[in-house]
């Protein structure tokens, strides 16, 4: 009886040690269980077949089809203006990084849980994608969120105390000045534009050579925008089901 409790201890205790190893080797490896699950499926877009005249982010693709924008737009929720941003960053964003592999309905569930694509508060998009509305997140005062001092001078985000995250993107100001492209050739990059952010955030998800049709290239990017696990089991949420409603591209 004593060896049988003797050796029960032992298995109990190899388990533990087992599973803390395990854990530990998980962290070495720059792995965690964010990157366990699969990322969402890459959700399809029909693109036109010729130019309309309309400018498209940084004039390297083509805008969503006229017909498919107004059916994805209805199927998934999505104002069709801001879903034409999101089409277009996505492929533009993939032809600078080819290995990659964004999907729209990735930046579109980014556009969703940060600020509802630009609606958040009553706020809406107009013809040339400027949101309008209260697109200023709260101070960043260490009070609930992290503490970040003013790096702008209050320009973009009227506070010049501490910084706020900004545009239906939600940047903060010293991301955007890493970060900030002109998305719609007008020559600025601004973040209360959803074109301009829309594109910036494509290309911030896929830096540093991320694989976003990878688990943990998915996973790391999404967390890189927001440290949440929380935040990337929103996303990944959010654009699976406008992937499901579209369809994907595998």
Known sequence: MLRLKRLAVFCVFA??????VAFWALGQSGVDSRGVLPPPPRAEAKLETSSTGLTTAV????????EWLIQAAAQTGIPARALRAYVGAASAANHFA????IGWNTVAAVGFVESHHGEYGGG?????????GPMVGPSLDGNGFAAIA???????DGDARW???????????STWELAGRDGNGDGEADPFNIDDAALSAAGYLCDR???????????EAIYSYNQSD???DQVREQATFYAEKTGTTG
């Open 230 to 232: 929380s935040y990337v």
């Open 163 to 173: 910084d706020r995250a900004v545009g239906p993107m939600q940047f903060i100001p």
């Open 209 to 219: 050579g991320r694989d976003l049709a990878a688990a943990n290239g998915w996973a």
């Open 98 to 101: 080819p290995g990659c592999g």
């Open 124 to 132: 809406k998009l107009n013809a040339a994608g400027q949101a309008s």
């Open 59 to 66: 004039n390297i693709t083509r805008n969503a089809d006229a």
């Open 150 to 156: 003013d790096t702008d001078a209050g320009v973009l």
């Open 15 to 20: 388990i533990c040690v087992i599973t803390a």
